[in-house]
């Protein structure tokens, strides 16, 4: 996010200064849909992109997006479109980020000799 921009009209303007922007992209179902029942075909790209913004929380430059998706997760992943889907997900990445840990761990024993 640190090197995205917005262009206002006039200049473009770094996102990281847009406070309004990120609250306002997170809230993907409260926007105005022609068809409301297309919100359903969005779900799994939320997912999806959530996802790798679970599984790259280290790697990346998102820590205020992941803090302000988490402040309004019930808005963000409504229940009505989600269900328990989200849940799964973030299990699903727990065990596989621990599970990359475990294998890290033992190739950097394995180089150490251990």
Not at 35 to 49: A, F, I, K, N, Q
Not at 69 to 90: I, S
Request: glycine residues 8%; charged residues 30%.
């Amino acid at each position: 996010l640190r090197d995205m921009w917005v262009y206002d009209g006039s200049s473009l303007l770094p996102i990281s200064d847009q406070a309004e922007w990120y609250r306002s992209s997170i809230h993907v179902f409260q926007g105005n849909f022609t068809v409301p029942e297309d919100r359903l075909r969005l779900v799994d790209t939320v997912l999806g992109l959530w996802g790798l913004a679970l599984l790259n929380a280290e790697r990346f430059d998102n820590k205020e997006l992941s803090e302000l998706v988490h402040q309004h997760r019930d808005t963000v992943f409504p229940a009505e479109y989600f269900g328990g889907l989200l849940e799964v997900l973030e299990e699903v990445c727990v065990t596989r980020e621990a599970r990359d840990a475990t294998g890290r761990r033992f190739l950097l024993e394995r180089r150490q000799g251990h």
